[in-house]
């Protein structure tokens, strides 16, 4: 990797304290990973002193930022934010990450392809590159210690390019398929319409889901009808057609005044009626003082816990190297195969970040349930696609067929959806000790809390995306006022979606790692809401920094970024930033330098996509194959080529 800024991540005294703490007694750490009933009044402990570590972390930073501001251009580090929140990271969910991942974290790099990526690049006050850096050097951590189990010990270096984490967090706005971005209205000839209910068709129906005013002054609401227009706007009593209605800012104000006839109360209530999405918009002290918001502020990140239910399955190691092929690819997670069950972008960052270490997965969707279009170009990379209707007899036998030799199913459905169909943790269990080897369950939503046995996580099965995640814990609101207004804003770019899977990857790998070393099943939980908790218990960038970026991206462009409010769109606010972006931050666009290309069949055209944003030393991390649509692998269109099962799988020729 060509690097012009490197900086080793030091080992702080809470990581060494850490590691000395998990290198006690084999049979005591054991235990301990077992265990997932820690006290009522542990966790509450836990989450004060989390919370007192961070306020003084935020305060050391700040007094470094003052120090350093008259000497320094670059007033903020995004290399020492991102040491803040591993140490922080670490901690947190000690009990959920295997204690042979701790040694690795002292040889992290943080580097820069650049040399500017110690800086913040996005128009935001939230440490999102700092967290999202973190999670990708733990991550990368942690197929460095499964590394040592199949191919023996070494001392690897792992390497996190910060250009890069800038590129993942953006990556749907990057990728593109013959040259043509999400926002070239051309691209729709290029890629199969799995927007089932028209709810993207037209501007009007795409603004069923966003962020309004409500009948209450100073109160704001996200409706959120991205799958469903239809029902979101009949709710509302407003047409689910309309089509004399194009101008940009009539239809924002044609769908706001609809919804200012209503408090937010009003509006929770017809969401439940009609099984829609929605949330009001929360500051982070409010949300904090809400029932949820206290529930989430006393978890980690994301949990690995036991499934009690398979009490007895033997360790399941790693393959070790193959002695015909020794000088073959080393993935970590070669021969690890996967089940994918999710729609839009973090779950299924999930699983194409599994992809990049080798693992073989296979998306599967329903023909019958719509999906956002564009995004499958993105995080379908490195996939095979199935469709199956788990409700038809026929493919239900065939995804039971998958499932017996699967190592891993990836849940991003709505909580309980998939256990009433039959393949909930339990169920997959059962099967496990049938089989007699463990499964790894990973659950990824919006709300988070399932099972985490608080019972105040009250809105743990309730439906939501990002932009709901954003609204409620008060991530927007710091975005609005970070740009002068008092009113919140979706924060540019699906950045909360990426950032929760790549938690949902690092929970997966310490799931696997467990599996191999203790046996068992075992459960992973992430969601959107337990990111932005992480994020916001960050606490924001330092009001210097803020300054700075805000001088950046308003001088030139006094109408741009800078002239967004409330309702206007994602799609809007992600364009606005990324012109921005591309002529503050051009280090970022650099093609071969930051971006995969290589033939889509399946799309039947060129597909440019960001590259990993982590190296580790000995091994191999990348895609060996292109994105393909929803449901390739056991269509039609492909003559029936390879099929959906685990046999041996083509690559693409990449670049």
Known sequence: METTTTTMVAAPAALLRLEKQWRGSKTKNSRREGNVNLSQQTILLSSALRYCRQQLETLRMDARHVARSSK?????????????????????????????????????????????????????????????????????????????????????????DLDKISGFLMSAYLTTIGGMDKQDVRVKEKIPDTDLNRAQSILYRRLSANLYSTKNPGEYYHIHGSLDASTTLQMLGLPKENPKLTDYRECINTIEKAVMKHTAADLDKLNTEHRQAGIQAYTWEQFQNLPHGKALTQLPPFTVTRNITDPSTPPVPFDPISSANPNEPRYALKGIKVLEMCRIIAGPTIGRSLAAHGAQVIKVTSPNLPDVPFFQVDVNTGKHTIHLDLRNPADRAEFDALLTDADVLIDGYRPDALKRLGYGPDSLARLATKRNKGFVYVAEDCFGGTDSGLKTAEWASRPGWQQIADCVTGVAWAQGKFMGLDEPVVPPFPMSDYGTGALGCLATLSGLYKRATLGGSWNCRTSLCQYDVFLLGLGLLPEGEQARLKKLYQEGDQNGFFGLRHSDSVDEVGRRALKRMREVAPFLFLGDKMMHEGWSEGFGGMVRWPKEAIEVEGLKVGHVRCARPNGWDNSKKNGQKSGGGWGKWEEDVIR
């Open 72 to 160: 320094s251009t670059h007033p903020y580090s995004v290399i020492q934010g991102s040491r803040v929140a591993l140490d922080s990271l670490l901690d947190l969910c000690r009990t959920a990450i295997p204690r042979d991942f701790v040694p690795l974290a002292r040889n992290v790099k943080i580097a820069s392809t650049s040399g500017n990526g110690d800086q913040i690049h996005f128009p935001s006050p939230l440490k999102e590159q700092d967290l999202t850096a973190a999670i990708k050097a733990l991550e990368a951590c942690a197929v460095g210690a499964i590394a040592n189990l199949r191919y023996g010990t070494a001392r690897r270096t792992v390497t996190v």
